[in-house]
Antibody, heavy 118, light 107 residues
Framework: QVQLVESGGGVVQPGRSLRLSCVAS????????MHWVRQAPGKGLEWVAF????????YYAGSVKGRFTISRDDSENTLYLQMNSLRTDDTSVYYC???????????WGQGTLVTVSS | DIQLTQSPSFLSASVGDRVTITCRAS??????LAWYQQKPGKAPKLLIY???TLQSGVPSRFSGSGSGTEFTLTISSLQPEDFGTYYCQQLNNFPRTFGQGTKVDIK
């Protein structure tokens, strides 16, 4: 069955960097677009970034553009989110999600918590 | 950016009640709308996509309707396991956006 497992979260100081990973299994990873979504403690869902199935198209939320970079390694079935210049308001649980045909996201990881604090 | 406004933000209902949540988009999104249920500490679970298509494995008491700018999620007979927060999401444009959520409590 489809599985998405995020890792790489932790506590980091403002201004520092962190890289999140999302390892996919149970499907042909290279055939699907992927997203990162985050959720601050007690808040709603916020879309963060998108990468197309072949990596040729990437889109970002305005709040992270220029600081975060989404990428993928199809040989490792892994999605990444490189987060630079972290701010306290980046504190959230970060989820990866698989997209199907631009109309549904049926599979999500369990999330990884990023805490930005001095 | 497309804004999604859900109403109500909170509702409390009894088992067996019919429950309706509305999601209004700031501009037309055709039927590029999905609904999710989220329980505390868990990832969102897809319920409905393309405004009205029930995701595989989701109970038939859940249904969605609408197009353009107004959408509804209906639970025909609320069950105890239906507590949680419900979000709409538009998939028409980037940035993808979510509604602010509707928290459903079982009386």
């Amino acid at each position: 069955q489809v599985q998405l497992v995020e890792s790489g979260g932790g506590v980091v100081q403002p201004g520092r960097s962190l890289r999140l990973s999302c390892v996919a299994s149970g499907f042909t990873f290279s055939s699907y677009a992927m997203h990162w979504v985050r959720q601050a403690p007690g808040k709603g869902l916020e879309w963060v970034a998108f990468i197309s199935y072949d990596g040729s198209n990437k889109y970002y939320a305005g709040s992270v553009k220029g600081r975060f970079t989404i990428s993928r390694d199809d040989s490792e079935n892994t999605l990444y989110l490189q987060m630079n210049s972290l701010r306290t308001d980046d504190t959230s649980v970060y989820y990866c999600a698989k997209e199907i045909n631009s109309i549904s996201w049926p599979n999500w990881g369990q999330g990884t918590l990023v805490t930005v604090s001095s | 950016d497309i804004q999604l406004t859900q109403s109500p933000s909170f509702l409390s209902a009894s088992v067996g009640d019919r429950v309706t949540i509305t999601c209004r988009a700031s501009q037309g999104i055709s039927t590029y709308l999905a609904w999710y249920q989220q329980k505390p500490g868990k990832a969102p679970k897809l319920l409905i996509y393309a405004a009205s298509t029930l995701q595989s494995g989701v109970p038939s008491r859940f249904s969605g309707s609408g197009s353009g700018t107004e959408f509804t999620l209906t639970i025909s007979s609320l069950q105890p396991e239906d507590f949680g927060t419900y979000y709409c999401q538009q998939l028409n444009n980037f940035p993808r956006t979510f509604g602010q959520g509707t928290k459903v409590d079982i009386k």
